[in-house]
């Protein structure tokens, strides 16, 4: 090891660890608890006149910290002090950061620089502290640490975290001339996750080249980088082989062959919709529609659930970031306007045993949160939507959707800049990061084993401001007109990346020649890496120098690994050697249908019996404090949703800026009046009944989200996420995938009635988990995400009730629906009966709805969902400060006798308004035709309901009601 | 036209709405990368303000500004000491305040520039913090960005590291003194003071009040529409707009 040099830096005294570890951990003897930053410099035979200058002047604040130099800042005291740290390999950002700044500071290029941090628990012994850190600050994956008794510390002693890969650079070819049972071996042994029938094919395949590639100096074999490449391609991920399988359905006695569930109902629901503002569907990394004449704008929503189950907080910022360049490699290249999330979790108040390899999921919790903190907050894009659903079958894998929009000019250069294609002889590039171990072969983390000297694959984590100033470049490059070609390195990295943009033409790299953050990968490992922060370029070579001089200005690393041709293959070169090459055909094309079986059954399961209800008050409080109805602002607050100046309706509006807006609205374009709203919906819990009414209601939910704050119908766009569980036997896997078919034949039916098109989207198909005895799967879920157009943005709806005196509607109708509801699920019941979707009665409703907001007639709208009718009127009264008074006579409904069904059912497509008195006649007359009643109005300080048969069966300060569904998240202030 | 170089680079990320608020109030705005400048490719010499926007600047990982700040320091030092010594506008929000601060060029009390007596460090609160704020202009500031401004102005903040903190009790005493400080928190509690600063201070400038850094971000509310009360509200309400206006009238004058 050259020399290592430590700077320590603090102290700070970090109160909130302190009160995580009594509230999280229950361990109450922590009296204090301080944290130090340790920087660890290695190599440029630093003078000790250097390393004060950049104690003083890079590392610490004159103003509040101290500094120490190769010798411990803490003094010997009572408790145990802890120094964590990265395993070697892993992302170390701050470590980076800190190169660069010494550079600056000191013209001197350190050969590491690695960034660790010290805790001192007071008050706490190291078995105890042990604990802390494992439960609460680290994760063995991507950390160590060292625990030292305080009484007797002394310091630490130097040590970096350096990966020393002993490989030599090889390339071997794997026999495939072999048995069924050795094909199978070969997949599981180097985690292709192929079945036999791919390995069939590719070994027919082989044998069919046999002679071409005897020409060419090739192994009969597929080489290791072929094979890899193949296995990434053909990838459940990336070719989505559940959603294109061929499908024998049964539904009773019903028998149908689905020859792709994709294509039948996704792909052909739009195609059926047909349109007009859509650009680009379904084949890019987004979806893209016509936002206005010069603008076009585009969206993306991923998952990253299996990284997020491993590292929280690693898992949901790559999945952030990683997300961001989806629409930054759409087209030319999109600039990036805002981000969505949404979070399936169990309940953070868990209180079972938890399996092994899982964290808790209020660790899950509070790391995610975090991840998407720095993630979205660091890369300046505002946070305007989402939502978090809790159910214990999150806890096996947690569910993470990111969703980014884009936007940009219709055209650059007179060409439109949602088109892409290389030419021939273009050169291929790739920006960014460097290549590491990262992420190869994504999800098989399990069977890798991690030791100190090897990189930790199984992690990654990603840097917001390295691609940051990535995309600030390739935006400026775009806008010059310097890319033919643009896509992001995501999974299967440049094997995907360029696999996809030389599809057509033929591309052929150079594997050497990519950028590596330590020595010692193997080629196909360069290839199939994916560390974070790269994206791949088809660069005209007369455009090469201008793009080197802007990739400097830019600080952003730029390397020709290769060129476009027109093979129409894959080629594969090492120092100059030919070790690979795929016919993109057979690459793209290739991969044999799979074929499956699905059998919906309806549930068998009998009505559950209610007693009646005591105390309507208390009732209204407890569902208030419901986890999926609560207040989830101590979580949305630490998200920026404002950058960029163009978020007009917040995740938060109402009196006293906590009301919870449906859909967010924002206004892509400085001098542009129009806007985008952008919502979602999510029932999983219907899946228990139904999952085509789970889907329905998703995609509806989402609809009527953008309906109510103004957004116009006939102008939105889908975005479908499925998030399914394949469960752990052959019979299961039918049943799930049945269940799949249901849902979405819902797609079809709800979407071609509504006229959504869905423009991209995306499935993680098995999100299963076991180990031993337990086994748990997530509820089908369908996440749906609408974008819609806002005609002006000035005349825009929000759900606070206004003004004393305002008249109070409910739209649609009630049912007895309460199968599924949190209203049965409080009591302990699932029920039978879930709220369907008639999408062509709603839809009237809708418009007719747009066109009240339109003509300025609507003080309030919100939507009528978790908790039904009930919690929707206490949330616009809340959010609005001011009471109301509701007579459920009033409500339209069906077959329903109850007051306790008639507040907490919730029958779909429903939404509540508030108009001022003056404005009745209007209303009613533009609603005429759809299901409205007036129900009541806009008065007092108090929320009074009057029951059916006459009396007051809840009349309630608003004070308590916001108490109670403000309280559910108060864990996590930090003002306990 | 008045002429305001904008920087961009290294993770500042409010320059587009910053570009945008120049030229509604006026001004000939250029988004400038901070290596054009260290390049000299462009020259600080061709614009009358300078504005360092929000973000973050190398991820905040040495302290929030650090970095970006030592680049001015050992890169630009000599322009922008000249840009001061000629007496031209300098701003800097969120990140950029941050900036400026770790600079030393704000407060420079007794014009010591390049010496850091203030600092900006972690919320109290230990988070980072989202919300719209209320902050009170103080009268008797010699600020040029705030000349004529009286009643509060609602503004976004969104920091994890705003909490203005001073070398010591006579710093803060002569910041006052001088009517140094421009803005504070009103009311200076949580949550509207976001951060727990002293005296809730929110912006403070220099002596001659042609520096200015604040945490809030007047820049995201130049239209009513940013405001998150704005569907609730009848009469229009003033925006952060007249801070830039206040600037590019000045510069103007001396054009």
């Not at chain 1, 990603?462 to 643009?486: T, W, Y």
């Not at chain 1, 207040?631 to 950058?643: A, G, L, T």
């Not at chain 1, 198909?765 to 943005?793: E, H, Q, W």
């Not at chain 1, 008195?917 to 209303?923: D, R, S």
Request: with cysteine; glycine share 8%; proline share 5%.
């Amino acid at each position: 090891m050259k020399d290592v040099h430590r700077i320590e830096v603090g102290i700070n005294q970090v109160d909130s660890i302190k009160n995580a570890i009594i509230t999280d951990l229950g361990i109450t003897e922590v009296e204090k608890v301080l944290s130090i930053k340790v920087y660890s410099l290695e190599g440029g035979e630093l003078s000790p006149q250097h390393l004060d200058f950049l104690a003083k002047e890079v590392f610490s604040d004159p103003i509040i910290e101290k500094y120490t130099i190769d010798s411990p800042l803490a003094n010997p005291f009572e408790g145990t002090i802890v120094e964590i740290g990265y395993k070697p390999g892993v992302t170390d950002n701050i470590g980076r950061t800190s190169k660069e700044a010494i550079r600056d500071a000191i013209n001197k290029d350190l050969e590491g620089v690695y960034y660790s941090q010290q805790y001192l628990f007071f008050g706490v012994k190291p078995e105890i502290a042990e604990i802390i850190v494992k439960d609460l600050l680290a994760n063995e994956l991507i950390e160590r640490w060292t625990i030292k008794n305080g009484g007797t510390y002394s310091g630490f002693f130097p040590s970096v975290p350096k990966v020393k890969l002993q490989t030599v650079p090889v390339v071997e070819d794997i026999n495939v001339m072999v048995s069924d049972e050795e094909l199978l071996e070969i997949s599981k042994s180097r985690l292709l996750a192929l079945n036999l029938e791919e390995m069939k094919a590719i070994q027919l395949h082989y044998t069919e080249r046999s002679k071409e590639r005897q020409k060419k100096g090739l192994p009969l074999n597929p080489t290791d980088i072929e094979l890899e490449c193949i296995a990434q391609t053909w990838s459940e991920h990336c070719k989505h082989k559940i959603f294109n399988a061929l499908i024998e359905y049964q539904e009773s006695d019903r028998k149908e062959i689905i020859d792709s569930i994709f294509k039948t109902y996704i792909q052909n629901s739009t195609k059926e919709i047909n349109s007009p503002y859509l650009v680009s569907v379904f084949k890019d990394n987004a979806g893209v529609i016509q936002f206005d004449n010069d603008h076009i704008f585009c969206m993306k929503v991923e998952t990253h659930n299996s990284p997020t189950a491993l590292d929280p907080y690693g898992g949901a910022l790559t999945g952030i970031v990683g997300c961001n360049r989806d629409p930054a490699g759409t087209g030319k290249g999109f600039q990036l306007i805002f981000n969505t999330d949404v979070f399936c979790f169990a309940s953070p108040f868990f209180n079972g045993e938890i399996p092994p390899r899982l964290f808790h999921p209020r660790r899950v919790l509070k790391g995610v949160h975090k991840g998407i903190i720095d993630g979205g907050n660091q890369s300046g894009i505002p946070t305007i939507n989402g939502s978090l659903y809790f159910d214990e079958r999150y806890l096996g894998k947690p569910l993470v959707f990111c969703g980014t929009g884009g936007i940009a000019p219709t055209t650059i250069a007179n060409k439109p800049v949602h088109e892409k294609a290389p030419k021939p002889g273009d050169l291929a590039i790739m920006v960014g990061g460097r290549i590491g171990a990262d992420g190869i072969h994504g999800a098989t983390f399990s069977s890798l084993e991690i030791n100190e000297n090897s990189p930790s694959t199984a992690v990654q984590i990603g840097s917001p401001i390295v691609q940051k100033k990535m995309l600030d470049f390739l935006l400026e490059a775009r806008d010059l007109d310097l890319l033919n070609a643009i896509t992001d390195n995501g999974a299967g990295g440049l094997s995907s990346s360029f696999g996809e943009m030389g599809s057509t033409t033929g591309v052929q790299l150079d594997l050497e020649k990519a950028p590596l953050k330590y020595s010692g990968l193997l080629p196909w490992e360069i290839l199939l890496s994916e560390a974070q922060e790269r994206m791949s370029l088809a660069v005209d070579p007369e455009n090469l120098d201008m793009l080197i001089e802007l990739s400097k200005k830019h600080d952003v690393e730029l390397t020709v690994i290769g060129k476009f041709t027109t093979t129409k293959s894959f080629q594969f070169f090492y120092e100059n050697k030919l070790i690979g090459e795929i016919l993109m055909e057979f690459l793209h094309e290739g991969v044999p249908q799979k074929k499956m079986k699905g059998v919906w059954k309806p549930i068998q399961r009998k009505e559950p019996e209610i007693p009646p209800v005591d105390n309507y008050n208390v009732l209204l409080k407890i569902l208030l404090s419901r986890l999926n109805i609560c207040s989830k602002e101590e979580i949305v607050r630490r998200y920026d949703h404002e950058v960029q100046a163009r978020t007009v309706v917040k995740p938060f509006m109402g009196v006293m800026n906590d009301g919870p807006s449906d859909a967010a609205i924002i206004k892509p374009i400085y001098d542009s009046w129009e806007g985008l709203s952008v919502s979602h919906g999510l029932c999983p819990r219907y899946s228990d009944i139904d999952t085509y009414a789970m889907a329905a209601n998703a995609i509806d939910e989402a609809v009527r989200n953008a309906v109510c704050v103004g957004a116009d119908p006939n102008y939105l766009a889908g975005l479908d996420n499925f998030c399914w569980a394949m469960g752990f036997t052959e019979e299961e896997e039918v049943r799930y995938t049945g269940l799949l078919v249901r849902a979405n034949k819902a797609l079809f039916d709800i979407t071609t009635t509504y006229k959504v098109p869905c423009i991209s989207g995306k499935d993680s198909m098995r999100n299963d988990y076991r180990i031993g005895d337990t086994a748990v799967s997530v509820p089908p879920t369908l996440m749906f995400s609408v974008i819609g157009k806002v005609p002006d943005v000035k005349h825009v709806v929000t759900l606070d009730a206004k003004t004393e005196g305002d008249l109070v509607y409910v739209l649609g109708t009630t049912k007895n629906e309460l199968g599924g509801s949190e209203y049965f699920d409080e009591l302990g019941y699932i029920g039978t009966i879930v709220p369907q979707v008639e999408p062509k009665s709603a839809i009237i409703r809708y418009r007719a709805l747009f066109n009240a907001i339109q003509e300025g007639l609507i003080a309030s709208a919100h939507d009528c969902s978790d908790g039904g009718l009930g919690v929707a009127l206490a949330e616009s009264s809340l959010s609005g400060g001011l009471g109301m008074h509701i007579d459920l006579k009033k409500v339209p409904r069906e077959n329903i006798h109850r007051d306790d069904y008639l507040l907490f059912s919730e029958s779909a497509s429903r939404i509540v308004v508030s108009i001022s008195p003056k404005n009745k006649e209007k209303f009613e007359k533009i609603m005429e035709g759809t299901e409205i009643a007036q129900i009541g109005v806009i008065k007092g300080p108090n929320f009074v309901v009057q029951g059916m048969e006459g009396g007051i069966i809840i009349n309630s300060p608003l004070s308590l009601l916001k108490k109670a569904w403000q309280s559910t998240f108060q864990f996590l202030s930090w003002r306990k | 036209m008045v002429r305001v170089a904008i920087i961009t680079g290294y993770g500042i990320n409010t320059d587009y709405e910053s570009e945008e608020v120049f030229r509604l109030a006026g001004a000939d705005p250029h988004r400038v990368h901070i290596n054009d400048f260290i390049s000299q490719k462009d020259s600080l010499e061709n614009y009358e303000i300078l504005m360092i926007p929000g973000g973050f600047s190398f991820g905040d990982h040495l302290g929030s500004g650090r970095v970006l700040a030592n680049k001015f320091r050992y890169n630009l030092r000599d322009e922008v000491s000249k840009f001061i010594e000629e007496d031209k506008l300098i701003i800097g929000i969120c990140n950029g305040f941050q900036v400026l601060v770790k600079m030393g060029i704000l407060p420079a009390l007794n014009n010591l520039y390049y010496t850091q007596t203030v600092t900006l460090t972690g919320n109290q609160s230990g988070q980072f913090e989202s919300r719209w704020v209320t902050v009170q202009p103080v009268e008797n500031s010699p600020c040029i960005w705030t000349k004529g401004m009286s009643s509060p102005l609602d503004v976004p903040v969104r920091h994890g590291e705003g909490r203005f903190v001073v070398e010591s009790v006579d710093t803060l005493a002569q910041l006052w003194d001088r009517g140094l400080i421009v803005f504070t928190y009103y009311p200076k509690t949580y949550p509207n003071n976001p951060n727990g600063s002293i005296d809730g201070i929110a912006g403070i400038c220099n002596e001659s009040g042609l520096i200015f850094g604040m945490m809030p971000h007047p820049e995201c509310h130049f239209i009513p529409q940013h405001h998150p009360q704005w569907v609730r509200q009848d009469n229009p309400h003033i925006t952060g707009l007249i801070i830039f206006e206040n600037a590019v009238k000045y510069a103007r004058k001396r054009l």
